[in-house]
């Protein structure tokens, strides 16, 4: 007989039945306290087993817990027990006992409706007992033990009484059990029948593909997501009892007050700070100077592969243009939270010269300024200056020693305060790209804030994973895709530094040039030069412009046409100013800047700008008066290092060139373009390959003091390039690579082999992934525009590439590219663009060259703008705009599509697929549409169904791993009928029955055209098996007929295979 026990959730009292008057009050009592201290081993406690009087017949008496929502089939009146009494113990609550009274004879015992019960039966050879107790909880900790009743079940035979004797006292012995979840078991249907023939190896070693049993089941689990704020988040929660829990809450923790040497020495780095940072490169005012850029929100693609299990791989989304528009974040958001998880380690992405250093410094400068008050501390490390080897250093020492901060009197004071208010901490690695050596970076953190000894890498890991100073904000400056990947996927915020725009470059002009003349003058020269205009949406590169403007030594010298040119007439004037004013560098000296080139190639062969090892204290001083290094200052010694890569690499290409210890080989390998790029070398090595090839072709400078020494002859390398250059072919390189030839090719500033590249160049261009800027965009254009004299013509593929709308106008312009393919929403701006200028002849021209062909959807971006391009293509007029004639005919891209492939998966394949759905009638050239592993469903399918009718020209359909089910496929094949063109169709892998495999059978004779059927490993048997070889027999056309699954006994499908050879199992 069961009987119920009830708990109040108010009150905590325990409701029982008649067998709970077999434990005395003072053994209940001493199980709660066994239980709160932790001890579960005291249940089995001699003096508790001695009082159990368990009934001799065996039945099963039963006592469980009952759930605040659980659900009754019927209820007992509920009665206090005679005698009882209260027990008070000066560490519990109060503990209030009632009597369910005695379930009469044959009537139903009352069952718990409650989601994970463990349920037992009478058994006459296991006395069972279930002792109730209340989730115990220790103030607001998670219950000790769950809230199931507990089993003490007897053995069947106790222990020997010699044995037993030296132990507990001669009796039964019972034993303790924790309910556990019972899951059913998997039924696992034969593949033939009993002595019937065997299925195959290959066809038992068949593994299904991974997926949902139905699509009710489907919708019911919770799938995982990556959360866009912290890549690698995965859902792991448990099920909580409560679902309504509060959020998490965000508010800063009351800080304790900060004694009086922690407000000085606030107020003392404050102060530091803004001395220290007030100067910008070549001596510019920050306040006077600085230009304020623009940050863009960054997203992470994860893409799976064969070690997905393993390692996801991160790469960083490419933006269109118009999505870098919208996105854009000021400075001041840069540490704004929007969510309810605070972010707290930032990555600051930007390629080199963009200008990360004078940022971080304009930051630093609004700390000491008062305008970052959530920040009582600002730390900024520069990775040039650490010391990654040594493991000498405390997280103390790298914050008072290491970073910029002035030295503090009271350190230790200063210290504990820190460790106390972490949230108030912010600190920053500058050049991050300077450790070289990732591997286990993140492997061996830092424990102890105090006292142990660690290396850098240590400290950054320990302050990155929050195992010492929790609570802090880290923020990291580096290029990007560089040497991030092993930090990429666990940042809270991915940071894009933007370059300057049109508007920039104008403001920076006019700040840098006092004179209202002078201003006009430079900005209209820069103008003139495009190319040297497209390179100043660098900051550095506009810098160095504009001082290569300045001390021109007359107003009617041209600009430089080539990077390689405009950094050699810098640096040879940066030498020629330092010797006028300084008069250090005579002809002696100029002797010894080959040294200063090969320290520059060693320290980019080894990811390094550091230039202590020079041993000439002269030649430190040329570089330090010239502008080519930079002295940094730390607590215990000085560092000189190169200023800049575009400086550090042009010397170093110098050395490549003139250098008679490098072979032609060495030259190639190092500057010419590779078909793989060396990872740890990054940007560094693109410019570097530009360099040399601008060096080995190019004029030196006539005026100033020129760093190549023409007495040298270069013409065995000159004939290596050559021939390197020759032998090369595009088609083989990939989009970076082919990118990166383009410029190689535009430095040698020679018609011959823009020639040569014109003519090896592939007929699909293809820069989709490169994030190309305003430079890529002229040197792709310039060299293009030569094709039209070799009567050559190219479709060029623009997708993910960030084009700006203004180098997308340019591209699509020219009479070489016959078609184009670009982010869905640049295209409609750059139509909005051209119709508002009142163009239509290249309006017409850039409607007719967009393609779509082939469509390939791997990310939401690449559909969700595909509606719009509908609705342009039936209303036959731009957004906000009336009709436009270039639009009578439609979009062509559309009407002439033929394959389309969504592969957007499982996690947003079911989002996004209504607007495939939405696109899918206006496409009446499509042949081949592939959706497989989308995860649509009954309900897809259905939608699917209802726009079939609109692909005439259908020949392929691929529905395979989709999780459809009869209900599906009845829909489906109502449509099929309407696709005469089909020829093949794939639904392998899905959820169809006996009555799915019906419904297809009786409209395949009515798809004429059907030549193949893939309907492997679904759920139907035979009886659906031999029905679809019924419908074989009246499929003519027909050439296969795949159908194996688990469902069907080997024995029939050898059988039919033998009936008709078109049936085939894999």
Request: glycine content about 4%.
């Given at each position: 007989?069961?009987?119920?026990?009830?708990?109040d959730?108010?009150?905590?009292?325990?409701?029982?039945?008649?067998?709970?008057?077999?434990?005395?009050?003072?053994?209940?009592?001493?199980?709660?306290?066994?239980?709160?201290?932790g001890?579960?081993?005291?249940?089995?406690?001699?003096?508790?087993?001695?009082?159990?009087?368990?009934?001799?017949?065996?039945?099963?008496?039963t006592?469980?817990?009952?759930?605040?929502?659980?659900?009754?089939?019927?209820?007992?009146?509920?009665?206090?027990?005679?005698?009882?009494?209260?027990?008070?113990?000066?560490?519990?609550?109060?503990?209030?006992?009632?009597?369910?009274?005695?379930?009469?004879?044959?009537?139903?015992?009352?069952?718990?409706?409650?989601?994970g019960?463990?349920?037992?039966?009478?058994?006459?050879?296991?006395?069972?007992?279930?002792?109730?107790?209340?989730?115990i909880?220790?103030?607001?900790?998670?219950?000790?033990?769950?809230?199931?009743?507990?089993?003490?079940?007897?053995?069947?035979?106790?222990?020997?009484?010699?044995?037993?004797?030296?132990?507990?006292?001669?009796?039964?012995?019972?034993?303790?059990?924790?309910?556990?979840?019972?899951?059913?078991?998997?039924?696992?249907?034969?593949?033939?029948?009993?002595?019937?023939?065997?299925?195959?190896?290959?066809?038992?070693?068949?593994?299904?593909?991974?997926?949902?049993?139905?699509d009710?089941?489907?919708?019911i689990?919770?799938?995982?997501?990556?959360?866009?704020?912290?890549?690698?988040?995965?859902?792991?929660?448990?099920?909580?009892?409560?679902?309504?829990?509060?959020?998490?809450?965000?508010?800063?923790?009351?800080?304790?007050?900060a004694?009086?040497?922690?407000k000085?020495?606030?107020h003392?780095?404050?102060?530091?700070?803004?001395?220290?940072?007030?100067?910008?490169?070549?001596?510019?005012?920050?306040?006077?100077?600085?230009?304020?850029?623009?940050?863009?929100?960054?997203?992470?693609?994860?893409?799976?592969?064969?070690?997905?299990n393993?390692?996801?791989?991160?790469?960083?989304?490419?933006?269109?243009?118009?999505?870098?528009?919208?996105?854009?974040?000021?400075?001041?958001?840069?540490?704004?939270?929007?969510?309810?998880?605070?972010?707290?380690?930032?990555?600051?992405?930007?390629?080199?010269?963009?200008g990360?250093?004078?940022?971080?410094?304009?930051?630093?400068?609004?700390?000491?300024?008062?305008?970052?008050?959530?920040?009582?501390?600002?730390?900024?490390?520069?990775?040039?200056?650490?010391?990654?080897?040594?493991?000498?250093?405390?997280?103390?020492?790298?914050?008072?020693?290491?970073?910029?901060?002035?030295?503090?009197?009271?350190?230790?004071?200063?210290?504990?305060?820190?460790?106390?208010?972490?949230?108030?901490?912010?600190?920053?690695?500058?050049?991050?790209?300077?450790?070289?050596?990732?591997?286990?970076?993140?492997?061996?953190?830092?424990?102890?804030?105090?006292?142990?000894?660690?290396?850098?890498?240590?400290?950054?890991?320990?302050?990155?994973?929050?195992?010492i100073?929790?609570?802090?904000?880290?923020l990291?400056?580096?290029?990007?895709?560089?040497?991030?990947?092993?930090?990429?996927?666990?940042?809270?915020?991915?940071?894009?530094?933007?370059?300057?725009?049109?508007?920039?470059?104008?403001?920076?002009?006019?700040?840098f040039?006092?004179?209202?003349?002078?201003?006009?003058?430079?900005?209209?020269?820069?103008?003139?030069?495009?190319?040297i205009?497209?390179?100043?949406?660098?900051?550095?590169?506009?810098?160095?412009?504009?001082?290569?403007?300045?001390?021109?030594?007359?107003?009617?010298?041209?600009?430089?046409?080539?990077?390689?040119?405009?950094?050699?007439?810098?640096?040879?004037?940066?030498?020629?100013?330092?010797?006028?004013?300084?008069?250090?560098?005579?002809?002696?000296?100029m002797?010894?800047?080959?040294?200063?080139?090969?320290?520059?190639?060693?320290?980019?062969?080894?990811?390094?700008?550091?230039?202590?090892?020079?041993?000439?204290?002269?030649?430190?001083?040329?570089?330090?008066?010239?502008?080519?290094?930079?002295?940094?200052?730390?607590?215990?010694?000085?560092?000189?290092?190169?200023?800049?890569?575009?400086?550090?690499?042009?010397?170093?290409?110098?050395?490549?060139?003139?250098?008679?210890?490098?072979?032609?080989?060495?030259?190639?390998?190092?500057?010419?373009?590779?078909?793989?790029?060396?990872?740890?070398?990054?940007?560094?090595?693109d410019?570097?390959?530009?360099?040399v090839?601008?060096?080995?072709?190019?004029?030196?400078?006539?005026?100033?003091?020129?760093?190549?020494?023409?007495?040298?002859?270069?013409?065995?390398?000159?004939?290596?390039?050559?021939?390197?250059?020759?032998?090369?072919?595009?088609?083989?390189?990939?989009?970076?690579?082919?990118?990166?030839?383009?410029?190689c090719?535009?430095?040698?500033?020679?018609?011959?082999?823009?020639?040569?590249?014109?003519?090896?160049?592939?007929?699909?261009?293809?820069?989709?992934?490169?994030?190309?800027?305003?430079?890529?965009?002229?040197?792709i254009?310039?060299?293009?525009?030569?094709?039209?004299?070799?009567?050559?013509?190219?479709?060029?593929?623009?997708?993910?590439?960030?084009?700006?709308?203004?180098?997308?106008?340019?591209?699509?312009?020219?009479?070489?590219?016959?078609?184009?393919?670009?982010?869905?929403?640049?295209?409609?701006?750059?139509?909005?663009?051209?119709?508002q200028?009142?163009?239509?002849?290249?309006?017409?021209?850039?409607?007719?060259?967009?393609?779509l062909?082939?469509?390939?959807?791997?990310?939401?971006?690449?559909?969700?703008?595909?509606?719009?391009?509908?609705?342009?293509?039936?209303?036959?007029?731009?957004?906000?705009?009336?009709?436009?004639?270039?639009?009578?005919?439609?979009?062509?891209?559309?009407?002439?599509?033929?394959r389309?492939?969504?592969?957007?998966?499982?996690?947003?394949?079911?989002e996004?697929?209504?607007?495939?759905?939405?696109?899918?009638?206006?496409?009446?050239?499509?042949?081949?549409?592939?959706?497989?592993?989308?995860?649509?469903?009954?309900?897809?399918?259905?939608?699917?169904?209802?726009?079939?009718?609109?692909?005439?020209?259908?020949?392929?359909?691929?529905l395979?791993?989709?999780?459809?089910?009869?209900?599906?496929?009845?829909?489906?094949?109502?449509?099929?009928v309407?696709?005469?063109?089909?020829?093949?169709?794939?639904?392998?892998?899905?959820?169809?029955?006996?009555?799915?495999?019906?419904?297809?059978?009786?409209?395949?004779?009515?798809?004429?055209?059907?030549?193949?059927?893939?309907?492997?490993?679904?759920?139907?048997?035979?009886?659906?098996?031999?029905?679809?070889?019924?419908?074989?027999?009246?499929c003519?056309?027909?050439?296969?007929?795949?159908?194996?699954?688990?469902?069907?006994?080997?024995?029939?499908?050898?059988h039919?295979?033998?009936?008709?050879?078109?049936?085939?199992?894999?």
């Open positions: 007989m069961d009987h119920l026990c009830e708990i959730a108010e009150t905590q009292d325990i409701v029982s039945d008649p067998a709970f008057e077999l434990l005395p009050d003072n053994v209940i009592v001493e199980y709660l306290d066994s239980i709160l201290s001890a579960i081993e005291d249940l089995l406690d001699p003096d508790f087993l001695e009082v159990l009087d368990f009934p001799s017949d065996g039945t099963d008496t006592c469980s817990l009952t759930p605040e929502n659980a659900n009754f089939t019927e209820t007992r009146p509920i009665t206090k027990r005679k005698g009882e009494t209260q027990l008070n113990k000066p560490t519990h609550h109060k503990r209030n006992k009632k009597v369910c009274a005695e379930s009469p004879p044959n009537e139903r015992t009352p069952t718990i409706m409650s989601e019960n463990f349920h037992s039966r009478a058994n006459a050879f296991q006395p069972l007992l279930h002792v109730p107790f209340t989730s909880t220790t103030f607001d900790s998670p219950p000790l033990l769950p809230t199931s009743a507990f089993q003490i079940i007897q053995t069947l035979s106790p222990l020997t009484q010699p044995l037993i004797s030296t132990v507990i006292p001669t009796g039964p012995t019972y034993v303790l059990v924790s309910p556990q979840s019972v899951s059913p078991g998997t039924q696992i249907l034969p593949l033939s029948p009993p002595g019937g023939t065997v299925a195959p190896p290959e066809l038992t070693a068949s593994v299904l593909p991974v997926g949902s049993l139905s009710r089941l489907c919708k689990l919770p799938s995982e997501s990556v959360d866009s704020s912290s890549p690698i988040k995965v859902s792991n929660e448990l099920p909580q009892k409560n679902t309504e829990s509060p959020p998490p809450k965000t508010e800063r923790k009351v800080q304790p007050e004694p009086k040497c922690v000085d020495y606030v003392h780095a404050k102060s530091h700070i803004k001395n220290a940072c007030c100067v910008m490169r070549g001596g510019l005012g920050m306040e006077s100077h600085y230009v304020d850029m623009h940050l863009v929100q960054r997203k992470l693609l994860i893409k799976s592969g064969k070690n997905a393993k390692c996801l791989e991160k790469e960083l989304v490419i933006l269109s243009d118009s999505e870098r528009k919208q996105g854009k974040l000021d400075k001041s958001q840069l540490f704004h939270n929007t969510t309810s998880r605070p972010k707290q380690s930032f990555a600051l992405l930007g390629k080199a010269g963009v990360k250093t004078t940022f971080i410094q304009r930051l630093c400068l609004d700390w000491a300024s008062g305008s970052l008050p959530q920040f009582q501390f600002v730390f900024l490390l520069n990775c040039k200056l650490l010391d990654l080897t040594k493991s000498s250093y405390s997280l103390k020492s790298l914050l008072f020693d290491l970073s910029m901060s002035p030295h503090c009197e009271d350190s230790d004071t200063v210290f504990k305060y820190i460790l106390s208010s972490p949230d108030d901490v912010l600190i920053i690695f500058d050049s991050f790209d300077d450790i070289k050596d990732f591997e286990g970076l993140l492997q061996s953190p830092a424990k102890s804030p105090t006292g142990t000894k660690y290396t850098i890498k240590q400290l950054f890991s320990g302050l990155f994973q929050k195992e100073l929790s609570g802090c904000t880290l990291i400056a580096t290029r990007p895709k560089d040497v991030l990947n092993q930090v990429l996927r666990k940042m809270d915020s991915l940071l894009e530094l933007c370059c300057f725009s049109p508007e920039d470059i104008e403001l920076y002009t006019s700040k040039f006092k004179d209202t003349s002078i201003q006009e003058n430079a900005l209209t020269k820069i103008k003139n030069q495009r190319y205009y497209s390179l100043c949406s660098n900051p550095l590169l506009c810098w160095i412009t504009c001082f290569l403007l300045e001390h021109h030594d007359g107003c009617s010298d041209a600009l430089p046409t080539t990077l390689t040119d405009l950094c050699q007439r810098v640096t040879s004037k940066h030498l020629q100013l330092a010797n006028q004013e300084n008069s250090i560098l005579d002809y002696k000296h002797q010894n800047i080959p040294q200063l080139c090969k320290m520059a190639w060693e320290g980019f062969k080894n990811h390094s700008t550091h230039a202590n090892r020079v041993s000439s204290a002269e030649l430190v001083d040329c570089g330090l008066k010239s502008g080519i290094l930079t002295s940094y200052k730390t607590l215990s010694h000085q560092e000189n290092h190169f200023a800049g890569l575009f400086t550090q690499n042009l010397l170093g290409a110098v050395h490549l060139v003139q250098s008679k210890q490098v072979n032609e080989k060495t030259l190639v390998a190092y500057g010419g373009v590779q078909l793989r790029k060396r990872k740890i070398l990054g940007e560094s090595q410019v570097m390959q530009r360099f090839m601008g060096l080995l072709f190019q004029k030196a400078p006539t005026n100033g003091i020129s760093i190549l020494d023409s007495s040298i002859d270069i013409q065995a390398k000159k004939k290596a390039v050559d021939a390197h250059l020759e032998n090369l072919k595009p088609i083989e390189l990939v989009p970076a690579r082919l990118l990166e030839l383009f410029h090719v535009y430095e040698t500033n020679s018609g011959k082999y823009a020639k040569v590249l014109l003519k090896n160049l592939p007929d699909n261009l293809s820069f989709c992934g490169v994030q190309l800027c305003p430079s890529d965009v002229y040197v254009c310039h060299l293009l525009q030569q094709a039209s004299a070799l009567k050559r013509t190219f479709s060029i593929n623009l997708q993910d590439t960030c084009i700006p709308i203004s180098g997308l106008k340019e591209l699509v312009g020219l009479q070489c590219i016959k078609s184009f393919w670009a982010h869905t929403a640049d295209t409609i701006g750059l139509w909005e663009d051209l119709q200028s009142n163009d239509e002849l290249n309006l017409k021209s850039a409607i007719e060259k967009f393609t062909n082939p469509f390939k959807a791997t990310q939401g971006y690449h559909i969700e703008n595909l509606p719009l391009l509908v609705q342009i293509h039936r209303e036959k007029k731009l957004p906000m705009s009336p009709c436009v004639s270039a639009l009578d005919e439609g979009v062509p891209a559309l009407s002439q599509l033929q389309v492939e969504f592969e957007l998966g499982v996690q947003t394949g079911p996004l697929f209504p607007k495939l759905i939405e696109v899918l009638p206006s496409l009446q050239s499509l042949e081949h549409l592939d959706l497989e592993k989308n995860k649509i469903g009954d309900f897809g399918a259905e939608k699917l169904a209802g726009v079939l009718h609109f692909l005439t020209s259908l020949k392929l359909l691929n395979s791993q989709n999780c459809i089910g009869d209900a599906g496929v009845e829909k489906l094949s109502q449509a099929l309407s696709v005469p063109s089909l020829q093949s169709l794939s639904l392998y892998g899905n959820l169809i029955d006996d009555s799915g495999a019906e419904h297809l059978a009786s409209v395949l004779p009515d798809i004429k055209f059907l030549q193949d059927l893939d309907i492997k490993f679904n759920k139907f048997s035979d009886i659906g098996a031999k029905k679809l070889s019924a419908a074989l027999k009246n003519t056309g027909m050439k296969s007929l795949e159908l194996w699954n688990d469902f069907i006994p080997y024995g029939v499908f050898e039919l295979h033998l009936q008709d050879p078109r049936i085939r199992s894999l």
